[in-house]
């Protein structure tokens, strides 16, 4: 069984920093990608970046720039560094991963931005 747990989020100044970990544990295989989406209230859940190996990364068009998102093969942890956080970027942050066509989603951790 697959386990994500997702650590790193609080609240943060318009402006500031935050990076948030998502930790898998379980049957995780090398081939897999990983990602973070975000789900605002009120609104439905999207995608923020998403990381296939070490070199494949997509973004959201409104994070480009700000965040980066990384990974760490050993520790089968992905990471999200967000800079410049501005209140749109507020909600509840879901790591999620893919392996062998099959998704699994953690808890979610809550980001606020105060303005």
């Known amino acids: 069984q697959v386990q994500l747990v997702e650590s790193g989020g609080g609240m943060v100044q318009s402006g500031g920093s935050l990076r948030l970990s998502c930790a898998a544990s379980?049957?995780?295989?090398?081939?897999?990608?990983m990602g973070w989406y975000r789900q605002a209230p009120g609104q439905k859940r999207e995608l923020v970046a998403v990381?296939?190996?070490?070199?494949?990364?997509n973004y959201a068009d409104s994070v480009k720039g700000r965040f980066t998102i990384s990974r760490d093969n050993g520790r089968n942890t992905i990471y999200l560094q967000m800079n410049s956080l501005n209140p749109d970027d507020t909600g509840i942050y879901y790591c999620?991963?893919?392996?062998?066509?099959?998704?699994?989603w953690g808890k979610g951790t809550l980001v606020t931005v105060s303005s």
């Open positions: 999620n991963l893919i392996v062998r066509g099959v998704e699994y």
């Open positions: 379980g049957s995780i295989f090398r081939v897999n990608v």
């Open positions: 990381i296939a190996d070490s070199v494949r990364t």
